[in-house]
């Protein structure tokens, strides 16, 4: 699977005269995984939106594979790049080997194709093959969100985007769901961007953690340099997270 | 009765089919108009107020009005069906315009956002997401609209359009229940098959969610 490079070089966007995201600048190497915290409106989903121009900056660039984003044919960059969300966005008129063959549908690939690579990703994401007949609204959450983790790779994307994948589920899935997507990003090697709340799941998922607040990278850092990183913003998070409740 | 069938039964299968005809036509035609444009209405949303607005002002007009005002009309004035088709579809517009709109409207943000995601066209998503997560709204819309139509149909009679009406207004005018009764059971009955046909139908396509 040939994986690209994200760059967002002094990425600005406003909305009605609000800032969303000021002057952002991050690379994000091809075939790592990169967790963007920080807290809600911070502007960690609008960036993500942007690789795959569901936003357009007000100002600066966003190069996917070393080419700019806005320059780029959108439907065929689309193609390109997975993208998983809380709600799963599940086509509920569909199976789920139409919704997880949807890529391959509009790429015009085989019926005998699809329904092929539509076990094989299943198979990848802990399903069996009986669901494949079954509608989004015979599956439970956690099974939903493994058929959208399975969508997003059928077009062996060379970025796979995911804002907050696992926020609405119950921990024990959510450990689950974390454990299937360590194992799946390690293998494929595709470059990932995550947008989470959760530090523990950046640092398990990402390679690296780059904190926002009111728009700003106020910290980029290695998963394994959080911890007892001297940043002082990323030392408030970290804080926040392990709070003890005092009896 | 069965006097009763043996005179008027041929004139009532004509009027009925003439009823069908005309209301078959302008749905026809209303849903060639209200189906694009509630589309289209969808994609320029500073449009869908007064688009809307405008069908809803025709829906007001008292339909003896309408058939009147249609009449100095030319080409539409010339023959009596074709200018109730054309009244009958105004009729329909509203119905299917609105659940249109309101049908790909209310489909969930996300599913939109997963569609353009995936790199669908705006075509694409037409027909592979919005349309069929909207039909039976939309078809609900169908619904109100054709029950409407086979109603304002039988009004249609007092231009000479044919139809059911033409049994109600002769039997108004000559004071005859059993003429008013042989336009409007068959009437009713149309609305309640339709009714009951379409509501079949918009069953079918309810997506569960």
Redesign the interface.
């Known amino acids: 699977m040939a994986t690209h490079g994200v760059e967002f070089a002094d990425v600005s966007f406003t909305v009605s005269g609000r800032p969303v995201l000021r002057g952002v600048s991050l690379r994000v190497e091809a075939g790592t995984t990169t967790a963007l915290l920080g807290r809600s409106g911070s502007g960690k989903t609008t960036l993500l939106r942007m690789v795959?121009a569901?936003e357009k900056p007000t100002s600066g660039h966003v190069l996917v594979g070393g080419r700019d984003v806005a320059a780029e044919d959108?439907?065929?960059?689309?193609?390109g790049?997975g993208?998983v969300?809380q709600?799963?966005?599940?086509?509920?008129?569909m199976t789920v080997e139409r919704n997880v063959g949807?890529?391959l549908e509009?790429a015009g690939r085989s019926r005998e194709e699809i329904q092929s690579r539509a076990k094989e990703l299943l198979q990848m994401v802990g399903l069996s093959e009986d669901a494949l007949k079954r509608?989004?609204?015979q599956l439970s959450g956690g099974q939903r969100q493994r058929v959208g983790v399975a969508?997003a790779l059928a077009n062996e994307p060379k970025v796979l985007?995911m804002d907050e994948p696992f926020g609405a589920l119950d921990p024990l899935t959510r450990a689950e769901m974390q454990t299937m997507l360590r194992d799946l990003l390690r293998r494929a090697r595709v470059t990932t961007l995550i947008v989470t709340h959760d530090l523990e799941e950046a640092l398990y998922l990402a390679d690296r953690v780059v904190l926002l607040e009111n728009g700003v990278v106020v910290a980029d850092l290695a998963s394994g340099e959080v911890r007892d990183s001297a940043n002082e913003a990323m030392r408030t998070y970290v804080a926040a997270t392990h709070r003890e409740v005092s009896a | 009765m069965n006097v009763f069938l043996q005179r008027y039964g041929a004139q009532i299968a004509r009027l009925t089919f003439e009823h069908i005809w005309l209301t078959a036509s302008a749905m026809l035609f209303a849903c060639a108009i209200a189906l694009p444009l509630g589309v289209l209405l969808t994609r320029r949303q500073t449009l869908a107020k007064p688009v809307i607005g405008v069908a809803n002002v025709l829906q007001t007009i008292p339909s003896l009005a309408m058939f009147g005002l249609l009449l100095p009309v030319p080409f539409l004035g010339e023959r009596a069906a074709r200018l109730a088709i054309v009244a009958l579809t105004a009729y329909a517009l509203l119905p299917i315009l609105r659940n249109t709109y309101a049908g790909i409207n209310s489909i969930?943000p996300?599913?939109i956002?997963?569609?353009?995601?995936?790199?669908?066209?705006g075509w694409?998503r037409l027909r592979?997401?919005e349309l069929?997560?909207a039909a039976s709204v939309i078809l609900a819309g169908l619904r109100t609209a054709t029950v409407t139509c086979v109603g304002v149909a039988t009004i249609a009679a007092a231009i000479g359009a044919g139809g059911l009406g033409e049994l109600i207004f002769r039997g108004v005018a000559s004071v005859d229940n059993g003429l008013v009764l042989a336009g409007a059971v068959p009437a009713a009955l149309l609305a309640l098959i339709a009714d009951g046909l379409l509501g079949i139908a918009e069953k079918r396509l309810v997506?569960?969610?």
């Not at chain 1, 709600?87 to 008129?93: D, K, R």
């Not at chain 2, 956002?113 to 066209?121: H, K, R, S």
């Open positions: 795959n569901l959108v439907i065929a960059l689309r193609r790049i993208y969300i709600e799963t966005g599940l086509f509920p008129h949807m890529a509009l509608y989004p609204w969508r985007l | 969930d996300a599913v956002d997963v569609a353009n995601a995936l790199g669908m066209t694409q592979k997401v069929p997560m997506v569960r969610r």
